[in-house]
């Protein structure tokens, strides 16, 4: 069972394909203050992947993805850290 984190800001990306959630994150993040939990809800399977990619390149840090199966989602959660 993954840890359960309580974002500071949500960005509901489900629905969009690549690179529409990770372009989201991405213009979101850039508005944040470091420490900043986020998480990014997706529908896009390849987000699970290609958006901790992005956050370890950005210099942030992920702190889970969670998978909804029941739902059809993921949760990724992120910690703004600049």
């Known amino acids: 069972m993954s840890k ?4 500071d800001v949500t960005v509901d990306s489900r629905g969009a394909t690549c690179p529409g959630p990770l372009m989201d994150l991405i213009g979101k993040v850039k508005k944040l203050d ?4 986020i998480e ?3 529908t896009d399977s390849s987000s ?15 702190l ?5 199966e ?3 989602y993921w949760s990724v ?5 600049k």
Not at 34 to 37: E, F, K, S
Not at 48 to 62: C, F, L
């Open 4 to 7: 359960s984190f309580q974002p």
């Open 34 to 37: 470091a420490g900043t939990v």
């Open 40 to 42: 990014l809800k997706t």
């Open 48 to 62: 699970s992947h290609d958006v901790p990619e992005w956050v370890a390149k950005a210099g942030h840090e992920t």
């Open 64 to 68: 889970d993805v969670v998978e909804h």
């Open 70 to 72: 029941d739902e059809g």
């Open 77 to 81: 959660f992120i910690e703004t850290t």
